[in-house]
């Protein structure tokens, strides 16, 4: 009894009454926040806003992803402008961008709402190389894309200060556009704030490839998992009435398919491979590099995608890079090798800009699934005081959670950590 005493107080303690309900990272970042624990919002209407930016367009299997689009939540009066940019493979109007641009805005804020740069409309419509993956290269290219989005809907909004906000890949990329700021200084963010941020692109997205290849033993398995996920969906959405794969279906989900760790881990690393998937495919297709479809074949408007899918065969992100990503890149730069590319890639690039950066803050957790050890240290001593890390909450579960939210809103607009 004493022992079990001790380990309560031990874990009262360390968590400083945190009471975030999940302390398992996976189920964490598979179950995200409660409703009841989320941060208050309402359902904001948005704009969709739509740019020719002249990079491409896309191929006739694709046509609905053709021009780039982005999302406005704009106050009816003056009000501080967010950019709000998206994680791993995420388009702008995704749940989690919805919901963090609602929450935005009813804290006071306008937000303009960008996709990553692996959302399949950047990669065709927005991406200069149809490449996405070199992290300095990227933020370049969305560090133009802001100007020019915020130019388009300078008429719509009201505003004097702008600021950051990102989570996952878009919290990186958000810090990376701080430092092309201070230098081009076309904004001058007043703050950055970057949520479950990644430190090197690479080390992350080998984590999410191999929590799919780790726990799986053959193409078999995984096919018979897919099916019963499929089922699992479809069973709920006619016991509810429902179509849509909100929390409620995750949950009964994961009831139904009494789920333990490792079957966690596996949903987590499909999710990653679904996006891996595709972008193999569409920078294959857009950058013709004939990897897994003939650039000299007509593609048409109602094209059968079993050939292709048979052919990229599960490929991950690993994939991507080695037989697409790294080739386009080494094109316009010859002397580049795979070392310098992932440094690159990574937060240590701007390493300088973090330490001395006085505006930007990150919030994360201690059990992060996305970063190594050596990357939560790089970030507790790097960004020294500017960095909330809670004890638990995986990768973005706890993203809404209301002590966060407290958290991020007051660091934006009193520019402390709370």
């Given amino acids: 009894m004493k022992k079990i005493i001790l380990i309560y107080m031990i874990i009262s303690l360390w968590s400083y009454g945190y009471y975030y309900p999940y302390t398992d990272p996976y189920l964490a970042t598979v179950l995200a926040t409660p409703t009841k624990d989320m941060a208050a919002f309402k359902n904001t209407n948005f704009k969709e806003i739509k740019l020719d930016l002249n990079r491409g367009s896309a191929p006739p ?161 995984l096919d018979q998992l897919l099916q019963k996920i499929i089922l699992g969906l479809m069973q709920y959405s006619q016991k509810s009435g429902k179509m849509k794969i909100d929390e409620a279906a995750i949950y009964s989900l994961f009831k139904q398919l009494n789920m333990g760790k490792e079957d966690l881990k596996i949903l987590i690393g499909i999710a990653f491979r679904f996006i891996s998937i595709d972008v193999n495919y569409i920078s294959d297709i857009m950058t013709k590099s004939g990897v897994y479809t003939d650039p000299n074949k007509k593609i048409t408007k109602f094209q059968s995608m079993s050939e292709y899918y048979s052919a990229i065969n599960y490929s991950n992100f690993q994939n991507y890079i080695e037989r697409i990503g790294f080739k386009t890149y080494k094109k316009l730069d010859k002397t580049l090798t795979m070392e310098k590319m992932i440094e690159n890639s990574s937060l240590k690039s701007v390493e300088n800009y973090l330490k001395d950066a006085k505006n930007i803050a990150v919030i994360t957790n201690e ?14 001593e790097t960004m020294a005081g500017k960095i909330k890390i809670y004890p638990y909450g995986g990768h973005c ?15 934006l607009k009193r520019g402390e950590l709370k």
Wanted: cysteine-free.
């Fill in 61 to 221: 299997n694709l046509w609905y992803l053709d021009g780039f689009r982005f999302g406005l939540m704009a106050q009816d009066h003056e009000a501080p402008l967010t950019f709000l940019l998206a994680g791993t493979g995420s388009k702008y109007n995704s749940y989690k961008m919805l919901t963090m641009s609602r929450i935005l805005y009813q804290n006071g804020f306008s937000v303009i709402m960008l996709p990553t740069s692996f959302d399949y409309n950047f990669i065709i419509s927005a991406s200069k190389t149809h490449a996405p993956g070199f992290l300095k290269r990227d933020s370049n290219e969305i560090y133009d894309i802001m100007a020019l989005a915020l130019n388009k809907v300078k008429d719509k909004i009201q505003y004097k200060e702008t600021y950051v906000t990102g989570y996952s890949l878009g919290g990186t990329v958000a810090l990376v556009l701080g430092e092309i700021d201070s230098r081009k200084k076309h904004f001058n963010f007043k703050r950055i704030v970057a949520v479950n941020p990644t430190v090197n692109l690479y080390e992350s997205a080998k984590i999410l490839d191999d929590l799919l290849d780790d726990n799986l033993k053959n193409e078999e398995e």
């Fill in 397 to 411: 579960g706890n993203m809404f959670y209301k002590d966060n939210i407290v958290s991020m809103v007051h660091y």
């Fill in 367 to 380: 059990d992060e699934l996305i970063l190594t050890p050596d990357n939560l240290k790089f970030l507790k």
